[in-house]
């Protein structure tokens, strides 16, 4: 399995090497790679639906508590075959969308590693390894998304995506985390098996939240859905990949895992209920406002996870169910119509609803797969759309106390979708076809068989749902610990109160296509109200936090050394000064001057003196070399107490830093004048109340007791463990060695700005 | 600033110094010294030269750019680092040691080839440091 999963990744890093011979005709050999995942978990179908768990478990941080467990359950598995089929289909159909495209192979690496992170996502059961794939999922479609980075409108939908699903993830990841301690482990079947009751823990408000954050940013739930339209800037197969089975599932995935730990608490379940109703309402009421066909699709995406966020919130066995059928139904039909979106946007040009009319008679096998798709999302038997469908209405009618009010939610959305499902699928293909468009043929089978494939399965589900029971639904349900005896998908239940309702869905929902055109004026009204949409306001802060940045950044980085200088040395003085100034009692040992030797009082006296030359020269090449002797006379203190290599090493820093202040002064004019009074009176404040605080310091360091630990650990030690008798010098290359690397690096990298500020040189053109 | 006496007296300083600043080296791990130091005295020995002779004659006789000497020098230090991974399967910085001896250097181990690249890359930031600033802007 993990081979399986991290073949995406070594995929992508083959391509940066063989990327060149998979552009063009070679491309379609990629899908090879999905294809292989989706038959190696095939394999797995019959122990699953056997009622078995597959558990491989590969060490990775052991010593954090970090391992790269896979889990394969029959939840886990929809979500793999969903994730590999789905993609087989799309690396295909990329083969043709793009195959003019320069960087083919670059696409197919992003598409690869999020394939990668998905499956690993949906796999893992550690805690951390979730939050790692979840991490990457966001910044493979970061740079999906993004994919067509000269377009400015491009890349600013994949940054709000980007910041959206990662602010997600962070939260996510406390919420993890908090689950991860307030159990013990950081496995998440040992977690949900251990029967701790999380609904009783103090923290359970709080893990729900963070848990919800990460899942309502990335599975796009109001208020959080707006990275999602934007999203559609991505070339169309992405759109499908992404929105159909993989990115925006995440977040339902995560809610459908944790609710046996964390589900049937009033909180969640009405939060989930409340979210999601409001997203499915929200996102299905603006379909009808939009004229790009991606955009109808966006909302309608939208409108579905909202379905499935709201079954997960009713919570029952029957919603369950409805979620993990539906969870299907949508893949498959809205993989289509992205699909078959596509087609007609790489054909035409255009994704103007308003002006795609009359298509089907020039592609009729995209016709009918747009027509098969809008039919499983309109649920009109025998598509699989029918049997999802029933089971929502059957999970909202059996609810105790709002099962009225719920239904009739789930109506309105059903009936909103429904307009949304035959305005992209079935509007395009039929009426008048406009002059402009005669030059419009079908394409090749790459583009049109995978749609068509889908569109297909589509209705076999619907006529053969025990397929869907035996394989899928029964092990899914039992993973999350229910009952699956009398699960039974069928097409027809008899004449109930589901048939009618479903019945006046379809009537509705035809009746408001047959009614309403989509058309730019209505798509002009909604946009007048843009100004209190999430997006808007998410950008207003965005726009505002970075104004405030800028100020901050601007007072405290304000080029002027003297100024660092001032700030550093304040917030140390007032820091630390209040607590000596409250805690230390002042006391210079009585007898501390008795053993001042007579070569001590002479280094004093030059020490003293060369400051005042340092002070008040007029010079700068004088104050230099003062500074010179300064750190000379250091070294001689070295050498009295006995610290040969320190003062080795001062006497050879101070010899570079004098000869570097010379080669700098060399270059500056005279003197022409010094600074004012005023901010000398200022620096020599400054400076005096810091060796005040410093002089303060060194003596309450004599005072303390000294811990001589450490430093006879590295006495004793430096010649039997590290066979040296120098034991600076042990610490340095042994005992501390990985400081020294840190240091040595970071000395380079100083090399590396010294010379990139003196030696670069712009071209005129790189000049901004 | 030619000074004959400078030039002179630099020609016969700077291998002389080159050669005290390698056994300041060699002898860290027993007596005061070290890579850093070490590493410091090569460098004033260059810049001395660079004093008598001008930055181009010293770049020449340095034969490369010192800048290259820092990533040879990182990557020394990590290497002798990553050893013991390699070699014995002991945690990374491990020190590995020959079991004898060698005449006139001593024992030799991971540690002094880690000293080694803290050399190289102090002369190289030292004298990358220092060539740019007398070149100039």
Redesign the interface.
Same mark, same amino acid.
Request: hydrophobic share 50%; no cysteine; aromatic share 10%.
């Given at each position: 399995m993990l081979i399986a999963v991290l073949s995406g990744f070594v995929f992508a890093l083959a391509l940066v090497v063989l990327g060149k011979y998979i552009k063009g005709r070679a491309a379609v050999i990629s899908a090879l790679l999905p294809a292989g995942i989706f038959a190696y978990f095939c394999s797995f179908i019959p122990a699953i639906a056997g009622g078995e768990r597959i558990f491989q478990s590969f060490s990775w941080i052991p010593s954090l508590g970090v391992d790269l467990n896979f889990h394969l359950d029959g939840l886990a598995l929809i979500f793999v075959l969903m994730i590999s089929g789905i993609g087989t289909l799309v690396f295909a159909y990329t083969s043709a969308y793009l195959k003019e495209d320069k960087h083919l192979d670059r696409f197919y690496g992003y598409l690869a590693m999020f394939m990668a992170a998905m499956l690993g996502l949906v796999l893992a059961d550690n805690v951390v390894s979730i939050f790692v794939f979840w991490e990457l999922t966001s910044i493979t479609s970061f740079f999906l998304i993004g994919y067509k980075n000269e377009d400015k409108a491009s890349r600013r939908a994949a940054l709000i995506a980007l910041v959206v699903t990662g602010i997600g993830g962070m939260l996510l990841f406390a919420g993890l985390l908090l689950m991860g301690s307030a159990a013990g482990t950081y496995s998440l079947r040992e977690m949900i098996e251990s029967g701790i009751d999380f609904r009783e823990h103090g923290h359970y408000v709080l893990i729900l939240f963070f848990i919800m954050g990460g899942a309502f940013t990335k599975s796009a739930q109001f208020p959080f859905h707006f990275w999602l339209p934007g999203a559609m800037k991505a070339p169309t197969p992405v759109s499908t990949y992404l929105h159909s089975a993989t990115m925006v599932k995440a977040g339902v995935y995560i809610l459908i895992r944790l609710s046996p730990a964390l589900g049937e608490h009033p909180f969640w379940n009405d939060t989930l209920m409340i979210v999601g109703g409001i997203t499915m309402i929200y996102a299905a009421l603006q379909t009808l406002f939009h004229t790009d066909l991606k955009g109808v699709l966006a909302y309608s995406t939208i409108s579905a996870l909202g379905i499935l966020v709201f079954l997960i919130g009713i919570g029952s066995r029957a919603a369950m169910l409805a979620a993990l059928v539906f969870l299907l139904v949508h893949a498959l039909y809205k993989a289509t119509l992205f699909l078959v979106t596509g087609v007609i946007d790489h054909g035409t040009g255009t994704r103007d609803l308003t002006r795609l009319r009359g298509l089907g008679k020039l592609m009729l096998p995209v016709a009918a797969a747009g027509i098969l798709a809008a039919i499983s999302n309109a649920g009109i038997p025998p598509s699989f759309g029918f049997v999802g469908k029933d089971l929502i209405y059957e999970s909202t009618l059996a609810t105790e106390s709002l099962a009225t009010w719920l239904t009739f939610a789930a109506i309105a959305t059903n009936v909103l979708l429904l307009y949304a499902g035959f305005v992209a699928g079935v509007r395009p293909f039929l009426g008048k076809l406009p002059q402009d468009m005669g030059h419009v043929h079908l394409p090749g089978p790459l583009l049109w068989a995978p749609p068509l494939l889908l569109g297909l399965l589509c209705v076999v589900f619907g006529i053969f749902p025990g397929l869907i029971e035996m394989a899928f639904a029964k092990p899914a349900l039992a993973s999350l610990g229910f009952e699956t005896g009398n699960v039974h998908l069928k097409l027809w239940h008899g004449f109930n109160t589901v048939l009618i309702l479903s019945a006046v869905t379809i009537g509705l929902g035809v009746l408001l296509y047959l009614s309403l055109k989509p058309s730019h004026a209505l798509e002009k009204q909604i946009q007048r109200l843009n100004f209190f949409a999430p997006l808007s306001l998410s950008l207003q802060f965005a726009s505002a936090f970075q104004g405030f940045s800028l100020y901050w950044t601007r007072f405290f980085q304000n080029g002027y050394l003297r100024y660092y200088v001032i700030v550093i040395m304040g917030f140390l003085v007032i820091l630390t000064g209040y607590n000596v100034l409250t805690e230390v009692e002042f006391a210079i040992p009585e007898n501390a001057f008795a053993d001042v030797t007579f070569y001590e009082t002479v280094v004093l006296a030059i020490m003293v003196t060369s400051i005042g030359f340092a002070v008040f020269t007029r010079s700068r090449l004088l104050a230099v070399s003062a500074m010179g002797v300064m750190g000379y006379t250091i070294c001689l203190i070295f050498v009295f107490y006995s610290a040969p290599d320190l003062a080795m090493t001062q006497f050879a820093i101070d010899t570079l830093t004098v000869i570097l202040f010379v080669l700098v002064l060399y270059r500056l004019p005279k003197y022409l004048k010094l600074s004012d009074l005023r901010s000398r009176l200022r620096d020599g404040l400054m400076a005096i109340v810091f060796g005040a605080l410093i002089t303060v310091l060194a003596l309450e360091v004599l005072s303390e007791p000294i811990n001589r630990e450490t430093s006879n650990f590295y006495a004793e030690n430096a010649y039997t463990l590290a066979k040296g008798k120098n034991v600076v010098n042990v610490i340095l290359v042994d005992f501390r060695g990985i400081d020294t690397l840190v240091e040595i690096t970071v000395l380079a990298i100083a090399a590396i700005g010294v010379f990139g500020l003196l030696k670069l040189r712009l071209r005129k053109s790189e000049i901004e | 600033m030619k000074s004959i006496i400078l030039q002179t007296a630099t020609t016969y300083l700077l291998p002389l110094l080159l050669l005290f600043s390698v056994f %300041?080296l060699l002898r /860290?791990?027993?007596? @005061?010294? +070290?890579?850093? $130091?070490g590493g410091? %005295?090569a =460098? #004033?020995a260059f810049?001395l030269h660079m004093f008598a002779h001008g930055v181009d004659h010293t770049r020449k006789l340095l034969g490369v750019h010192p *800048?290259y000497l &820092? @990533?040879v /020098?990182?990557s020394l230090? !990590?290497l002798s +680092?990553f050893a013991p991974r390699i070699l014995t399967g002991e945690p990374? &910085?491990t /020190?590995i040691?020959f079991s004898d001896p060698l005449p006139v250097i001593g024992?030799i181990?991971s =540690?002094l080839f880690?000293?080694v /690249?803290?050399y190289i $890359?102090?002369v +190289? $930031?030292?004298l990358? !440091?220092?060539f #740019? !600033?007398?070149? *100039? =802007?």
């Open positions: - | %300041i /860290g791990h027993y007596l @005061p010294g +070290g890579g850093f $130091v410091l %005295i =460098a #004033t810049v *800048g &820092m @990533p /020098g990182l230090s !990590i +680092g990374f &910085m /020190g040691w024992l181990g =540690a880690f000293d /690249g803290v $890359v102090v +190289g $930031v030292t990358t !440091i220092l #740019t !600033i007398s070149e *100039g =802007a």
